[in-house]
């Protein structure tokens, strides 16, 4: 049974940064797909950023230039690294997983962001 265990969430000012961390249970190279997804309230499920197996990465054009994800194989986490945070940027962030083989998908239990003054 795979888990993903966020951390890194907190109460920050805007112009902060934060990073996020979601540890995965087993080795995430097993993983097609890790990513970032958030919700803000009073919205759905948005996607925030996602890597691929081979390295490539994604991101929504609302966090471009500011969100840097990235992963360490060894620990096996994948990282968020948000900068220049925003009001608008308060949410929910949550972790999620797509396995290679199996197609079958986990998610993080969530980490709430709050950018505020």
């Known amino acids: 049974q795979v888990q993903l265990v966020e951390s890194g969430g907190g109460l920050v000012q805007p112009g902060g940064s934060l990073r996020l961390s979601c540890a995965a249970s087993g080795s995430i190279f097993s993983f097609n797909v890790m990513g970032w997804y958030r919700q803000l309230p009073g919205k759905e499920r948005e996607s925030v950023a996602t890597?691929?197996?081979?390295?490539?990465?994604t991101y929504a054009d609302s966090v471009k230039g500011r969100f840097t994800i990235s992963r360490d194989n060894a620990k096996n986490t994948v990282y968020l690294q948000m900068n220049s945070l925003k009001p608008e940027d308060t949410a929910v962030y949550y972790c999620y997983s797509k396995e290679f083989t199996t197609d079958q998908e986990f998610w993080g239990q969530g980490t709430l962001v709050t950018v505020s003054s």
């Open positions: 890597i691929w197996r081979g390295g490539a990465t």
